[in-house]
């Protein structure tokens, strides 16, 4: 996780206190209420060392982090805890609006490749494509839903996609199946595959763009 400053002022003296770069909760550029909740001398081992706790209010997200830190110099600290301890990617807004499901299953399935649940994480990610096609499908390409609902991965990612969308599909959902099976087929890791997915994502981003400019030729 990667750290900022934030200079705060409270109880009439200044803090220069640690935060996440980005919300742990929604994974937005963070710029929280910081508001300090303790500060205490904690003998930590043979020395005493000054500890602050902190919550941080996210306006984008209504939530709230946590954070303990220690002072390393007069008024300075650094974190060493961050509650929650996870941090989202930041997907792009065409993608957030298409498919609330599909930030919900790759966040999820994130915060379970940070706590080194990688085969969790794996068959997430795998789930979550299925949503993001599925959704796409129904919003741009087709407009009954049973159609789409009852279309496996393999035959939606055939019918929807062509030439490297489809390649970059296929690979997730082909490395996602091998965790789901007994024996493993495939020798690879958990950031090849999202990798792939993450390409997919940039696709579906563009394909979004393009067919919902943001302005046009007016018809005369
Ligand atoms: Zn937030």
Partial sequence: MDFINQQIYTDGSYFVLQIPKYCPQCGAVNNPITNVLNRQNVKTSDKNELIVTASH????????????????SDGSYVIKVVYPETQPSSLPEEISTLSP????????????????????AGTGYRSALE????????????????????????SAIEKYFSGDSFNAAEVVRILG???THWVQQYDFNLSQLKAYLDIFVGHIKMQVMLKDPIVSRRKS
């Fill in 57 to 72: 209010y996210c306006n984008a997200c209504d939530k709230a982090h946590l954070t303990v830190q220690l002072e390393v």
């Fill in 101 to 120: 499901r599909f930030v919900k299953i790759y966040g999820d399935s994130e915060a379970a490749e940070q706590r080194g649940a990688t085969e969790l």
């Fill in 131 to 154: 949503i993001l096609i599925k959704d796409y499908a129904l919003k741009y390409i087709e407009t009954d839903k049973e159609q789409v609902a009852k279309l496996s991965l393999s």
């Fill in 177 to 179: 199946n091998d965790y």
